[in-house]
């Protein structure tokens, strides 16, 4: 038996060229791949499984939404016990539960069973997703790091590319095998990770490793906010406004409430709420929570539109979505590398517009069936939307991370993902309810007509929320707001400028790990951005 290695002495660095480099990029590559992987698949077999289980449309809804609540709520945390305990150790933990409720998923006898494996699910994707890039943040060396997340986000953008295609495929086999496939990755992550990757631990604060206190009352606040609100909105589709779902709302507002007051006082908390009186910061994230709503709502129903109104087989469906992953592989460095010269605010505006230019082709959807239907109706709509993100994206995290001090790049970032994947479990939630799909019978088979014309109304909302994200952003955005860039005092590459990451996964913007904490240099005044 191998014996794990030792913790990375201080100041040593991986080389990208190396073994060693190569065997810890690929760990991290992989564990992080597979959560993207589960938050895309997923939805292809979501008409499989409904048909099996008898399951109607609000199970559906909980079958994405159990895995992106324990995600959401526990995101931050993760990265905080990976600084605390140690990254690798949290990684591999990760990886390992991540593995166990995937085979829970796939035994599932029941869809309540596998709703809450779909939870335990997201729990472990809350302690791989920050872990793998903190991981290559503290381990590779300062000249090659910038080649390392580069590499970490390329290959991650090529996993969400591949998701909706091995979903498909998997789907068309036995729909329990799109969480099987796990295994057989899961091992890998685990060996890899205690033979190759070094254990690191960040210094937070100033303080000495290990000893961040950990926000609980935030934690248990946060996932009883989004659970409670969750909650309300699905069941309010289904069984209107009663009793439980009026309870539900206000347990989930009075959390939200508590969540933020605790925030303010606790002296280590899990959001930095003072990020938010930078005006930049706060309209990025209002930005961030109108988009990523709209698209969770585009990529859960587009591929259930196909399959139940257009007769698509589930290989079909996953497929017809690569144009859009494929355009922001392509063109997301190069819009970043304009917003450079412009300025987010013209590319976020005209990005958003043209994403919701494709909610309003993908009306369309449907209405035709094989390759020509495919090409009048399907392709321009995930065209559309691809080059809309590929504006969006990258000038938006860019403005995140511009906005907020050095010192807070991570926890920027990590408060930007989890507003995202919020805003997307809530989308979920509430718009197919608005539309009347979550009041489609538990019989398996929707009805065509009833859930193309719930599909519709959807659109309409999403449509909707990208023209608001469009108006906010051309208001209320700066014209020129501070680039991503390195910090003043020349700071190393391992301060990744935002667009220079090739990222194209659609549940949330790119997480940003900070490397491990090292002296200021003594002439630089100030930790923000100019």
Do not use: K
């Amino acid at each position: 038996m191998t014996e794990p290695l030792p913790p990375a002495p201080e100041g040593t660095g991986l080389r990208f060229r190396s073994a060693t480099g190569r065997w810890v990029l690929a760990a991290t590559v992989a564990g992080s791949g597979m959560a993207m992987l589960d938050g895309t698949v997923v939805n292809v077999a979501l008409a499989r499984i409904g048909a099996e289980f008898g399951a109607g449309f609000s199970a559906l809804q909980w079958i994405t939404n159990g895995y992106t609540l324990t995600l959401a709520a526990l995101i931050l945390l993760g990265g905080v016990l990976g600084d605390r305990y140690g990254r690798r150790r949290v990684f591999v933990i990760g990886a390992v539960w991540f593995t166990v409720a995937s085979v829970l998923c796939a035994a599932a006898p029941s869809v309540e069973v596998l709703i809450a494996a779909r939870a335990l699910q997201g729990i472990g994707a809350a302690l791989l997703t920050p872990g793998s890039l903190a991981i290559i943040s503290a381990e590779f060396a300062p000249g090659d790091r910038s080649r390392a997340v580069g590499a970490w986000s390329g290959l991650g953008g090529v996993a969400s590319a591949l998701g909706p295609l091995l979903g498909g495929w998997l789907t068309g086999i036995d729909w329990r095998w799109v969480f099987l496939i796990n295994v057989p990755l899961a091992a890998f992550v685990v060996w890899a990770a205690v033979r190759h990757v070094p254990e690191s631990r960040g210094t937070p604060s100033n303080r000495p490793a290990g000893h961040r206190r950990l926000d609980l009352p935030g934690v248990i606040l946060v996932a009883l906010a989004l659970g409670a609100l969750t909650w309300a909105l699905t069941a309010s589709g289904s069984e209107g406004w009663g009793t439980g779902p009026v309870l539900g709302l206000v347990v989930g507002l009075a959390a939200g409430a508590g969540f933020v007051l605790v925030e303010r006082r606790t002296a280590e908390p899990l959001v930095r709420l003072e990020l938010f009186a930078d005006r930049t910061f706060a309209v990025t994230n209002l930005v961030t929570l109108f988009v990523y709503g709209a698209l969770s709502v585009f990529f859960f129903l587009l591929v259930l539109q196909l399959q139940v109104v257009g007769g698509y087989p589930p290989l079909a469906a996953g497929l017809s979505m690569l144009p859009a992953t494929v355009l922001m592989l392509v063109l997301s460095s190069r819009f970043g590398g304009l917003a450079d010269r412009t300025g987010p605010r013209p590319l976020m505006a005209a990005g958003a517009l043209v994403a919701a230019a494709g909610f309003l082709a993908a009306l369309r959807v449907g209405s035709g069936t094989g390759l020509t239907g495919y090409l009048a109706t399907v392709l321009p709509a995930v065209a559309l939307l691809g080059l809309g993100l590929s504006a969006l994206v990258a000038p938006l995290t860019a403005a995140v991370l511009g906005a907020a001090p050095i010192s807070a790049a991570g926890a920027a970032s990590g408060i930007n993902n989890a507003v995202a994947r919020s805003a997307g479990l809530l989308a979920v939630a509430v718009v197919p309810a608005v539309a009347g799909l979550s009041a489609l019978s538990r019989a398996g088979e929707p009805d065509p007509v009833a859930f193309d014309r719930g599909y519709t109304v959807s659109m309409l909302i999403g449509a909707g929320l990208l023209v608001v994200a469009t108006a906010v952003s051309a208001l209320l955005l700066p014209r020129r707001v501070p680039s991503a860039g390195p910090p003043p005092g020349g700071a190393g590459p391992d301060d990744v400028p935002a667009h220079r990451r090739t990222h194209c996964a659609v549940s949330g913007p790119p997480p940003y790990a900070e490397a491990p904490s090292r002296p200021s240099p003594p002439a630089a005044q100030s930790d923000r951005r100019g």
